[in-house]
């Protein structure tokens, strides 16, 4: 069983920055892909960035140049730096795993840019 306990969300105004983490708890093995994907009222889940174990990473349009992917492959966390924090940026963000055994969610965070 794998658990994925984020942190870090919270009220930002405009153009703040945020970082968040997510902590994969359990018997994670092979290579494997972490990332944060969001969820806005109204909206579908989208990807935001995602990195393989091999530091591979990928990247939403609407992201670029703003946020950073990175990873600790000793401590299985992800972290997703934030910055020029947008109003649109404002969704439940979700951390993702997934390897041979399949994929994981953690259960969300807010993140909410506004003044």
């Known amino acids: 069983q794998v658990q994925l306990v984020e942190s870090g969300g919270g009220l930002v105004q405009p153009g703040g920055s945020l970082r968040l983490s997510c902590a994969a708890a359990g018997t994670i093995f092979g290579s494997n892909t972490m990332g944060w994907y969001r969820q806005a009222p109204g909206k579908q889940r989208e990807l935001v960035a995602a990195i393989t174990s091999g530091g591979s990473t990928n990247y939403a349009d609407s992201v670029k140049g703003r946020v950073t992917i990175s990873r600790d492959n000793a401590k299985n966390t992800v972290y997703l730096q934030m910055n020029s924090l947008k109003p649109e940026d404002t969704a439940v963000y979700y951390c993702?795993?997934?390897?041979?055994?399949?994929?994981?969610w953690g259960q969300g965070t807010q993140v909410t840019v506004s003044s």
């Open positions: 993702n795993l997934r390897f041979v055994l399949g994929e994981y």
